[in-house]
C-alpha cells in the first residue's frame, strides 16, 4: 500500500539499526535528529511504525514510546487515520515554554507581552518596505477573514493569528518570523479569552485595518507606530482578563502588571 502523502513529501531515510542499550532513548536522539537536521521537514508524513523498526533493530513498543516523547515535546502530531507528521519547528520550541508557564502565577505574561511588542511593530516596519502584492494580498485576506467572523459571530482567533504572522511573512526575516510563531503559541491561551470580551473583536478589526493601511501604502514609521498602539491595547486587555481569572501566585507573591 502506497504511503499517503502530505503537500506531496513523505520523509523518507535510510536508518543505520541501533546498539541495544537504552533502546527508547536511543530511539528518541536518532529520531530527533532527523528533525533537527532536517531530514524529516515540517509536514512530512514519517515512515510507518514497522518500517522504522526494522530500520531501527526495535520492537514496536520502544519505538512507540520513543514517538509519543516527540509528540510531547511537540515535534510530531500524531492524526488517527492519516499518520504521524512532523510539525512547524515553532510549534516544537514553543511547547517546553508553554509547560513552563501555564499555572504560574502569570507575571511571566508582561514579559511575553513587552517581547512581542518589540518584536512585532518592526515586523511591521520591516513588511511595509519589503512586502510583495501577493503578500499584501494575504494580510488583507486576514482582515477580511476576521470581518467575516466579526459579522457572523464566530471566534476571531485563527484570522486574528494569521494575521499577525502574515505581516511577519512579509517583512522577509525567517528568524523573527519563527519568533513571532514562539510568542502568539505562547500567549494562545490568553488571546482565545481577550478576544471574548464584548466588542473587542471589532476593535481588534479596526486596528488591524489601520495596521495594514500604513503598511500598503508602504509608510515604515506609520506601520510600526499603528502595530504599537495595537499591542499596547491588546496588553491592557490581557491586565483585564489576568484580573478577572481571580487567580493569585501559588506562593502568595503579588502579580506584577501587564505592561500598558
Partial sequence: M???????????????????????ASAFEQLISYVVKG???????????RDLCQQLGIARTSLREALKAMELVGMLDSRVGDGTFVCPRSEFLSRPL???????DHAELRDIMEARELLERDLASLAARRASDAELDKIKATIERMRESVANGESTLEADMAFHLAIAEAAHNEVLRNAVQLLRNLMKQWLV???????VPQHVLEEHEVIYAAIQTRDPEAARNAMETHLQTTAHLLEQVVERSGKSSPNGRARRPVKQ
Avoid at 508553554?98 to 504560574?104: R, V, Y
Avoid at 479569552?193 to 466588542?199: A, D, R, S, V
Fill in 98 to 104: 508553554l509547560w513552563a508557564f501555564t499555572g504560574t
Fill in 2 to 24: 502506497p504511503i499517503k502523502r502530505l503537500n506531496n513529501r513523505t520523509a523518507t531515510r535510510v536508518v543505520t539499526p541501533l546498539v541495544r542499550t537504552t533502546l527508547t
Fill in 193 to 199: 479569552l481577550k478576544l471574548m470580551i464584548p466588542q
Fill in 39 to 49: 531530514e524529516w521537514k515540517a509536514g512530512d508524513r514519517i515512515p510507518p511504525e
